[in-house]
């Protein structure tokens, strides 16, 4: 497989994107995110998704110059307008506006309207983390995952993330879908035609089933049954319904170049520490209970795995299939 450096591998998405009709802002903030997928080894949200977005350019269900603007804000509390537009770019304001307005209330909520897919979400944390901030991310997305008891799917895979900062360390960090496995891995299951595992989709039918294409026209399962699809229908509340966004259901699938208008959207808390029982005790509170954590042989702090390939392909580069890398140079083109 052939072996790029980031930035190589940035302004190759950035060239497809901008050939497509994303403005440069928006490709740019598209293709950093995209790169810390595959350097954290996150490749179903990697830049194999660049020709899915190019789709939605070409075929106007991504505008790609919008430019997302603060629609109504107060306090500690403020929605971004995504225009429709990639995510990406949204999703940095809202980091920017988080930063700021946590360290002046103590918390803050900011909410995504119009919005697109945004990737890994954890990636959008990280530099919360590093200003020393507590923070959650959660978003809506097209319909993947019935209402408990139901075959017909409602809700999307609603990822969820957190990142606690850590004095001197990287931040402990967790990051999942609460279906049994993001849709991401069927799709590159499908592309490579490789079965998928019993029990993470259901088929059309409503039957368990290790066809991945199946899954992905059928319903995915959620993570701990029951409690995954209670916990889908909290995000799709707090993302949607407080942001004026489109439930899943109303979306079409990300996985279709035509469609309308996704809408999603996206929720991000923060959290200063300070406005608490303060920045040392947190601290020391938080050291504690990793000790405690890696006390035990075999335990792993949530995300460093993820840093870990980080540091690997920054200093080594990445690997991706042939098929994926001549597929953004004809893109790109």
Sequence with gaps: MPVLKSDDLQQLVIRALIHAGASTMAAASTARALVAADEQGISSHGVSRTPHYVGH????????????RVAHERGGACLIDAGNGLAYPACEMAVAELTKRAKQFGVTYVGITNSNHNGMTSFHLESLAEAGLVSLAFGNSPAAMNAWGGKRPI???????????????????????????????????????KPIPLGWALDRAGNPTTDANEGIHGSLMPAGGAKGAMLALMVELLAAALTGAAFGYEMDSFFSATGNSARLGQGFLAID??????????????????DAMLAD??????????????EKARRDGIDLPDAIIAELHALAA
Aim: avoid cysteine; charged fraction near 25%; hydrophobic fraction near 45%.
């Design 155 to 193: 809700f999307g895979t609603n990822p969820i993330a957190a990142a606690f900062p850590r004095r001197g360390q990287w931040p402990v960090v967790v990051d999942l879908a609460l279906t049994e496995v993001a849709k991401g891995k069927l799709m590159l299951a499908a592309r490579d035609n």
């Design 273 to 290: 520490p300070g406005a608490l029982a303060g920045n040392e005790i947190y601290n020391h509170r938080i050291d504690a209970l990793v």
């Design 297 to 310: 042989d075999g335990v792993r702090l949530p995300g460093y795995r993820r840093f870990e390939n980080r």
């Design 57 to 68: 350019l070409r075929n106007a269900r991504v505008i790609g110059d919008a430019v997302p």
